[in-house]
């Protein structure tokens, strides 16, 4: 019926678009391995990450891929603001309170976009937006290539700020044990906001990673974000490899289940993977614990 | 009793409404804030009351208003009936979705996110399979009678969903005074603090989710009757997840009235503001927005407790300075 080609140039296309899901996760996977929450304004953030690369090229004619270096800092200090001020304060320490900050502030800054943009979908034209690379059996898209490397570097540098680094070592220890850290003379809301800031960061090198080949809208970030919980479920919450990996594995099932049963029902066996894990394994393939 | 006079005097007060207003488009308004609030009181069962933050309550707003609807135009049953179906079927859904993730002992954002995810599932399933119309929808046949459920004058539907919201308070009000409703709260307060008195976490929360599910499945099968048309968006939306978890917590989280003055609020503030602004689409969702993250940073027990707290302490300033007058008077 159909060449194991095709197969295989669904497989790889799943692995590309899967490095940017990965990459959406991971800073999802960041904020809960420390602050034990899941963040509903991840969504909301890569849209609004989505609409700053979107200006900057309509506005200032910078390439996405260049915005990256101005856009990544900034969404920094945005999610360092957000937690710092917002979020910790608002929730008093509670758990329940701060997913319901978050999911204040998700629906806060999508309307704001809706409010500031009108509901239009948007794309950019790039002259490398439909660049192809032949790879002898088929042809791949540039950008996508593109955004699957530099997740991959992204995951590194994030891995070595981790490892290496003296902030890395504290956020590793407020994560493990935050009373301790707090003894130990950690300032425990910095490092919260620090954190925060970094997994705001990696929406926003996701979303200048998107821009070439994705469209923009106010509500563009939502078809990320329920796809980033799976995977970040999936890995196991809290868990660096488990959301590349997860990352990876459903961008390849969402891929063949498309082919396989078309674009919307494909959706549902992302969700489907989701409830499974959720009530099997809920720590995930990779997770210490739930 | 004070509870029970509270609600009469709450619910005498709201049916009066229609005889003092005609104004069909204020009646329209009120009885869309009741179904919001109706939807929010079935949230406040579990998650107010038995502190399982469900994000995923469009699951059974969704299923309520589905075989409502699936009933009388596929099958021919009566409108009546057919709603009866629609909450007990809400029920059943929240007994599976509440079976299993209790079960797996999923809290908190495990919780939140195990239930988006079934309110996803069923958006996306409702909108590719035929029963429910599909991508287009349902569209319920126009027949203004009150034996099909459908009522000439605004006034009519008022009333039925002020009932369906009078009877929510009265199950609210019931449980602040049982058993069941003790062992709720105290699930919530410290769950392995209940479970070492002998309390069956598991059962109470899945009986909470029940009722909770059949309250909110009410909301949407009244909202399949009133505007006789659904599809998968209306239905299974992630508007109405947010909506009924919204009014309880700005209104007050876990109290009688909470979800009924947060709807108020909620709703007033933003039609309000379309109305000066002359009707932008998302500045009404941005005060929904901005408000939740107030309510849960100043007022913690919403509306209704910082009301409660500012009396207490108008009480208190009031019989300090009566004793300080008395002290004056006896010196």
Known sequence: ?290 | MRGYAAIVVVVALLAAVPLVVHSNVLLNFLVVTLMIALAGQGWNIIGGYGGQYSFGHAAFFGTGAYVTAILQMRYGVNAWLGCAAGIAAGGVVGAIIGGLAFRAGLRTSYFALVTLAFAEVLRIVASVVPITGAGVGILIKLDLRAQSFQFQSRTAFYLVILSLVAAALVIAQKLEHSRFGTWLVAVRENEDAALALGVDATRVKLGAMVISAAITAAAGCFYAQYFLFIDAPIAYGAWISIEALLTPIIGGVGTVFGAVVGALVVKSLGEGAKLMTGDVPGLDLMIYGAMLVLVVAFAPRGLVGAFADARARLMRRLASARKSVVEVTRG
């Open chain 1, 1 to 290: 019926m159909f060449s194991p080609l095709i197969l295989i140039t669904a497989v790889i296309n799943g692995l590309l678009i899967g490095a940017v899901y990965a990459l959406v996760a991971l800073g999802l996977t960041l904020i809960y391995g420390v602050l034990h929450i899941i963040n509903f304004a991840h969504g909301a953030l890569l849209s609004a990450a989505l609409f700053a690369a979107f200006m900057a090229y309509q506005k200032l004619g910078i390439d996405p891929y260049l915005a990256t270096f101005l856009i990544a800092p900034s969404f920094f200090v945005l999610g360092y603001a957000l937690q710092r001020f917002i979020i910790g304060p608002a929730s008093h320490g509670d758990d329940r309170n701060m997913l319901l900050v978050t999911l204040g502030l998700a629906v806060l800054i999508e309307n704001a976009l809706l409010y500031a943009f009108r509901a239009d979908t948007r794309t950019i034209d790039l002259a490398y937006s439909f660049k192809t690379i032949d790879v002898g059996f088929t042809f791949l898209s540039l950008p996508r290539v593109i955004s699957f490397i530099a997740a991959f570097v992204v995951a590194s540098v994030l891995w070595l700020v981790m490892t290496v680094t003296d902030t890395g070592k504290a956020i590793r220890a407020v994560a493990k044990e935050k009373l301790g850290a707090e003894l130990a003379g950690i300032d425990v809301a910095h490092v919260y906001a620090i954190t925060f800031g970094l997994g705001t960061a990696c929406v926003a090198i996701a979303a200048c990673l998107l821009v070439p080949t994705y469209y923009v809208n106010p509500s563009a970030g939502n078809a990320f974000i329920l796809i980033a919980f799976t995977i970040v479920v999936l890995g196991g919450m809290g868990s660096v490899p488990g959301a590349l990996i997860g990352g990876l594995a459903i961008g390849v099932v969402e891929s063949l289940s498309g082919f396989f049963l078309g674009e919307s029902l494909g959706q549902v066996g992302i969700f489907l993977i989701f409830i499974v894990v959720l009530l099997v394994r809920p720590r995930g393939l990779f997770g210490a614990s739930a």
